[in-house]
């Protein structure tokens, strides 16, 4: 499933699939967050495929190797349904 957290003081975000082991997740302003979050809740934001996987573009600070996280379509679907219900509307930034 796709995970959002606050780092620190809770400018940066870090997001994140628990089914991907092989990566820590990304690092994501909220400002930048809550542009995404909003494609996402809209059906705009849309994953690369890659058989039976897909990869999100998304990072705004590059914390390692990855600006992209690897999620599955179930968890990824999971994820658009509860961020369409207000799952993640706090880690909006306050604009």
């Known amino acids: 499933m796709v995970q959002v957290a606050r780092l620190g003081t809770g400018t940066w ?9 092989t990566s820590n997740g990304i690092h994501m302003s ?3 967050f809550s ?6 809740k809209g059906g705009t934001a849309t994953p ?13 600070l590059i914390a ?3 600006s992209y996280i690897v999620t599955t379509g179930d968890s990824w679907s999971r994820f ?5 219900r207000g799952a993640y509307d706090e880690f909006r930034a306050q604009m």
């Open 13 to 21: 975000l870090r997001i994140w699939d628990d089914c991907d082991e």
């Open 80 to 84: 658009v349904l509860e961020a369409r």
């Open 64 to 66: 390692g190797p990855r």
């Open 48 to 60: 690369e495929r890659y058989e039976d996987l897909l990869r999100l573009n998304i990072g705004d």
């Open 30 to 32: 909220r400002r930048a």
């Open 35 to 40: 542009r995404w979050l909003t494609a996402v």
